[in-house]
């Protein structure tokens, strides 16, 4: 009998589900299973899991509301949500409550799923757990420290407006309408928290912020979008572990409470690199690597167009991008 | 039934104008006839005026004629007295007073055709006074005397009467011994001394000259006065020619009665143009309010046709957004139970998948260890002995793999178990989707209500949150004739309409019954109720309180219309807070309008 590595909860009300999570997990793992919430956090409490899988669609309490309180009882406790409904909701919340580190979609991939867990379970063990801070509220100061810079990429005055008037001269904030800027910022400046538009101009700016975690994980993002696509979202998490999610139109108290634990947030991770295991990533395919750099290519083309004093701008690029991801 | 606004339009205005064309028309031509009575009254009292100037221009004349004339004759009489009579005269007058003029008188006149005249013998009679008169001495003294007097005057004769009224002289010897005492100007000039005259006109005249013709003459009766008294001794009656004078006054009317009448002629025609003019002027007018009166019909004839193009055009966008919005709606929930059905299905999917999966891994490790049992039977059925030598080296370098074999064939079973499972539960969502659709029946059959109602309360388990019961509560129903696809859209839009109103936890019970010859099916939900603002409005076509963009308010007026059309009802019971019931009923059979509606 192998060694089992690993003690994993698995909560569905659906039991031929959990049943053959069991039978899928429990060659590798030592696997407990709960029918519904109330039993799940019972266990929770009783044992010191290393990962809880939880479905999102149960009576009386949801998966994510069962990993809120996991994270809060057991903040060690890795948490996967089992999605198979795309109820956005629940998806925001999710990220934004339970800092979940995977979307596993039903029907799972049974090659891929185990493993998954034992990067979990590793990542559990092997990382120090985030201390779970009280509630920030909206008027709580900002904790910026003094070599904190927010990036912002975003085409909509407003995010800009909005930004400037909660951080004030606290933190140095750097503003910019396009992909090909935003890289020669993260060239040049050490950014401790972007917050970023999913589609900047015309461009999908999700590929940058994942490409980014893989290589500098101490930098924190926080998405904001008109209108949230439950795929985009669950790439979003799996691949660039973003820490909020924030549909516009924003209410100015919640961008305040939210800056403030992204800064946080930075800080526990620049004083402790190790945490940032916690926000492994998955790898974010070649193509979309590939196809960032040539819609970073097109925009800084157009920017020098447009500016013809910015002399070596493309050269720059070029070099900020092989810079920022590695080739 | 569609508003025809423009023919409507067309019959009032054409009736409107009609009625202003003739009200026009009618007005003027009163002014008209007005205009011409004035007209013709105007010429006409303009006639009778030149006429009576003409006349009494005339009738002046003649008189002043007259007048003169008998003063003139009044005067000759005196100078002819003063000349003629004492000397002359006189003695001729005493002289013929013995003549006896009584027995002629006694005869008695005659009446004739009407008239009373002399009767012959009576003539006779005076006719032989007078051949008596003439005999009379001095008679043809006094013929000459006057017949020198008067000749080539404008006296064309003389008569002298005396007082008895007999014509003691005449220059027409005929007339002598005639009696003229009925005469009423012998009778004035001798009893009241005025004279008296008169214009006549004689065809034939025996005047001085001879018998003359075509004359008009002036006869005065004269009294004659003796001279130096007042004292009236006999009668004069003298004729004077006036022809001329009366041709000149004639002359002279004519004249005035020419320029009358081409004055009169002159108005006329001054009437007549002005009569036309009018008339003109006021078609003139008639013409351009007729003219400005179609113009404004064409004019407001376009507008209204536009006007109705543009609202029957309104109309089809209408009935097209319409149209658009119950497709719309329908896709909308359609889309909702697609979702709600895909997610159900994946449970079952992702189970099955794993643990088949599971089982071929399974088996692909049993297949070593098969083999190795199946060699060992070979060689047991080779083998005569009870005892067999086994060269294990090789086997055991594969312990690995024949340990992997170690499979618990019971964990399989159970795992294919629940993949048999899996599959009934995605049979089953298959089996509900079809009799939820019922494409594959007519419109119009015979149904089991509670095995719809079934139906679709296990499809909408998927759609509405999980933590909602749905309770069944059914008593045995009669086939009901209906269109069992519609009555499902209608119990899917309550129930969901029921799971909307619950906040969280709660309950929907549906419950049915046979009543008599109807069914009765109920939706009830423990959500927050409808609010009595809301509740008189829930059935109205696009309403919703749901935000705007969510929802398009056709659910339940598409339900009301569908349980309509069956020929039932559709009620609602709530309590603020509480819950709400929907209650349809049904008629078991229908009638055949349904039948043909299919």
Known sequence: MTKKSGKILCVDDEPNIVRSLQWLLQKEFEVFTANNGQCALALVQQHDFDVVISDQR???????????????????????????????????????????????????????????????????R??????????????????????????????????????????????????????????????????????????????????LVRLMKSRHPEIVTVMLSDDADADAVTTLINQGQIYRFVPKPVRQGYLRLVLNSALRKHNALTLDPQLTGRHAVEITPAEAAESLISDVHQVAVEVEAANPGRGGFLASIGAGLRRLFGS | MQFKLVRYFTLASIGMFGLVAISLVYFEHQQGAFFKQTEEQQAAFFGEVQQSFARQQDESARRDLLTI????????????????????????????????????????????????????EKKACFADVGKRIMALPGFDDIDAKVYDAMKKSTVFKIKVFDLRGVTIYSSEHE???????????????????????????????????????????????????????SRVVGVFEVYSDVTPFLKQIEATSAQIRATALDNQAKVDAAARTNLAEVDAASNR???????????????????????????????????????????????????????????????????????VLMVKDALDSMVFPMKVANRMSSVLKTTTGDVVTLKVAQLRSNLARLEDGDVDVDMLQQMLGDVLEGI??????????????????????????????????????????????????????????????????????????????????????????????????????????IPPEVLPHIFDLYFTTKPAGQGTGLGLAIARDIVTQHGGEIRVDTRLGAGTTFIITLPIRQRAALAEAA
Not at chain 1, 63 to 89: A, N
Not at chain 2, 175 to 195: E, Y
Not at chain 2, 216 to 224: F, N, R
Request: aromatic share 4%.
């Open chain 1, 58 to 124: 149960m009576p009386i309490m949801t998966g994510v509301e069962v990993l809120r309180e996991v994270r809060r009882l057991s903040p060690r406790t890795m948490r996967i949500l089992l999605t198979g409904y795309s109820d956005m909701q629940a998806i925001l919340r999710s990220i934004n409550e339970s800092e979940v580190f995977r979307f596993v979609n039903k029907p799972w991939n049974i090659a891929e799923l185990p493993g998954l867990v034992a990067q979990a379970v590793n990542i559990a």
């Open chain 1, 126 to 207: 092997t990382r120090p757990a985030e201390e779970y801070s009280a509630e920030l509220h909206e008027d709580t100061p900002l904790a910026a420290a003094n070599d904190d810079r927010i990036l912002v990429i975003d085409d909509d005055p407003d995010t800009q407006r909005a930004v400037a008037e909660i951080v004030g001269n606290t933190v140095r904030v750097s503003y910019t309408p396009n992909l090909a800027e935003a890289v020669n910022i993260l060239n040049n400046e050490a950014v401790s928290v972007i917050v970023a538009e999913t589609r900047v101009g015309s461009i999908d700016a999700t590929r």
């Open chain 2, 69 to 120: 004339h008998e003063s003139g004759n009044v005067n000759l009489t005196r100078l002819f007295a003063n000349a003629l009579w004492a000397r002359d005269f006189a003695p001729f007058v005493a002289r013929a007073q013995a003549i006896d003029i009584h027995p002629c008188r006694a005869i008695a006149d005659v009446d004739a055709g009407g008239k009373t005249v002399a009767p012959p």
């Open chain 2, 175 to 229: 007339q002598i011994g005639d009696d003229k005492s009925a005469n009423a100007g012998w009778r004035a000039a001798a009893h009241d001394g005025t004279p008296k005259s008169e214009l006549t006109h004689r065809d034939t005249f025996s005047a001085f000259e001879g018998v003359v013709e075509n004359r008009d003459l002036i006869s005065s009766y004269l009294p004659v006065l003796e001279p130096g008294s």
């Open chain 2, 285 to 355: 007018q008639l013409a351009t309010v007729a003219v400005l009166l179609s113009l404004l019909f064409v004019a407001l004839l376009v507008i209204v046709r536009r006007a109705d193009r543009i609202i029957r055009q309104q109309e089809k966008e209408r009935q097209h957004s319409h149209q658009q919005l119950a497709q719309t709606e329908k896709m909308a929930s359609l889309g909702q139970m697609v979702a709600g059905v895909a997610h159900q299905l994946n449970t079952p999917l992702a189970f099955s998948q794993n643990n």
């Open chain 2, 424 to 529: 009934e539960q995605m049979s089953e969502m298959v089996v509900n989707l079809r009799d939820f659709t019922r494409l594959d029946r007519a419109s119009v059959a015979s149904a089991d209500l509670n095995k719809s109602l079934h139906t679709v309360a296990y499809i909408a388990k998927s759609v509405i949150p999980h933590d909602i019961l749905v309770v069944e509560e059914f008593h045995p129903l009669p086939e009901v004739e209906c269109n069992a696809s519609q009555l499902n859209q209608v119990f899917l839009n309550l129930i969901n309409n029921a799971a909307q109103a619950i906040d969280g936890s709660g309950r929907i019970t549906l419950r049915t019954e046979a009543d008599g010859e109807q069914v009765r099916i109920e939706v009830e939900d423990t959500g927050r109720g």
